[in-house]
């Protein structure tokens, strides 16, 4: 296809990067099959009034990507899209957990492009990524983390950084260096439920405590750790999951206070930390030398990775980790690794975090519109909204009638660490369904409830 003619895309991007994303777009739309050979680069060059050089460094990165090949004396050729088992890749898709709160999956061609890109360029050195490698990560990948960090204002040393197996594992690794069956962990009164399975597994008392729109409350905090001397506050301070409150600057410092005080340590589970645009800073920044902070990657790029970067409090407690991370799970996997070191550095894991940010928003729009007039709560860049049920509308009834609609339900009982659950559901917005699909299955919530009442 000689006479193609790629449309470059502004955005800040170098020239021969947005040639190479136009061709994997290409590609991916079907413009470009297998084997075509792209313009003679003088041509392109002519073409589109830019630098030869600036053309030859864009087939390059292109080749680099795994999209073309070239013949000395012929040219250059489309590689193509990978061939797939339709049949197989459907019931992969049949098997996500909608349970899960997953981010949103972006269909954007050039982001896809550019993240299969990075998949091709990491691949290319798949035996060295098949071997056994550091428990929490190698130097390269301990940079990128650094870097992917600065976005929360964290600038730890890299012997205090440990890319981990995903956020889960890592809380398990915490917890078994710091306390046995038997301690005291606090909470939120409603939390993740992750962290109430991973207490009941390892025999630790997990007691929630009380608070408001801000956070728990310090107060609280301080008679808890008088009266059951615990081994670590768990919080998951920024769109919390399930409620989708966010921990307030001043409460943060005032947790901090309370912390330090009394020397307790903190889990810090910063999942959706890098989510909105202007997040409260983490609670490491007040208290760094108690804080375990857990930049989970799963919901702020994806969340098959099962990475996280995690800052320990020193570089004592780093290698500490190390040792039960081995003895978990070994290490986390170095291809990996390898894809999101790449993404960070090329920029593809903002972009897809920015998408994230700006496709919850939508979607909450969505929910706000549709079920205006329940009783909810919720935030701009949430994944889910906390949904009070009517008087006389049961979470059973709701969550049975809504099955098979896309959209994924959990009781209150998940999350309640103390007291009895309420009538209240998560309704997860994120995941692969789309706006008009969201907009009916809101529509069908709503509905349920209205005729139960």
């Not at 428990?135 to 981990?164: F, M």
């Not at 780093?318 to 993404?343: G, Y």
Request: proline fraction near 7%; charge should be positive.
């Amino acid at each position: 296809m000689t006479d193609w003619t790629p449309i470059l895309r502004p955005g800040g991007l170098p020239r021969y990067i947005q040639l190479a994303d136009a061709i994997g777009t290409a590609i991916a739309n079907g413009t470009l099959h297998d084997g075509a050979r792209l313009p003679p680069q003088r041509m392109l060059a002519k073409r589109l009034g830019i630098d030869f050089t600036t053309v030859s460094r864009g087939y390059a990165e292109a080749r680099h990507r795994r999209l073309v090949y070239s013949h000395v004396g012929r040219g250059t050729f489309v590689i193509g899209k990978t061939l797939v088992d339709p049949q197989r890749e459907q019931r992969r898709a049949a098997d996500m957990d909608l349970t899960m709160n997953l981010p949103p999956e972006t269909e954007d061609p050039v982001l896809l492009a550019r993240m299969q890109a990075g998949m091709q360029t990491v691949t290319a050195n798949l035996i060295d990524l098949l071997r056994y490698q550091s428990s929490t990560g190698g130097q390269i990948d301990k940079e990128a983390a650094s870097n992917w960090l600065s976005l929360r204002g964290l600038v730890p040393s890299l012997d205090r950084i440990a890319v981990t197996p995903g956020a889960h594992p890592t809380i398990v690794a915490i917890l078994m260096s710091l306390a046995k069956p038997g301690d005291c962990v606090l909470c939120e009164d409603i939390t993740y439920p992750g962290i109430r399975t991973i207490c009941a597994r390892l025999g630790l008392r997990l007691i929630g405590l009380p608070g408001d729109a801000e956070g728990i409350d310090p107060d609280a905090l301080d008679t808890a750790i008088r009266n059951h001397r615990p081994k670590a506050l768990y919080l998951n301070p920024t769109l919390n999951n399930p409620t989708t409150r966010t921990i307030s600057l001043t409460r943060r410092q005032s947790i901090a206070d309370v912390l330090l005080a009394h020397r307790l340590q903190l889990i810090e589970d910063d999942a959706y930390g890098f989510i909105p645009p202007q997040p409260p800073a983490p609670l490491a920044s007040f208290a760094p030398d108690l804080v375990w902070h857990i930049g989970g990657l799963a919901k702020c790029i994806g969340a098959g990775l099962r990475l996280a970067y995690t800052v320990a409090p020193s570089s004592h407690a780093a290698r500490e980790l190390a040792h039960q991370i081995k003895i978990i799970s070994v290490m986390p996997s170095p291809l990996m690794m390898a894809l999101v070191t790449r993404w960070i550095l090329d920029g593809t894991a903002d972009g897809i975090r920015r998408f994230i940010r700006e496709e919850s928003q939508k979607r909450q729009a969505i929910a706000a519109e549709v079920l205006a007039g329940y009783q909810f709560e919720a935030a701009p860049n949430a994944f889910n909204v906390w949904l009070h049920l009517p008087q006389g509308v049961t979470r059973a009834d709701i969550i049975g009638r809504m099955a098979g609609t896309g959209v994924g339900l959990m009781p209150s009982d998940a999350f309640t660490v103390s007291g009895v659950p309420s009538e209240a559901i998560r309704v997860c917005l994120g995941g692969q369904i789309k706006q008009s699909q969201l907009r009916d299955a809101m529509g069908l919530l709503a509905y349920l409830m209205s005729s139960q009442t």
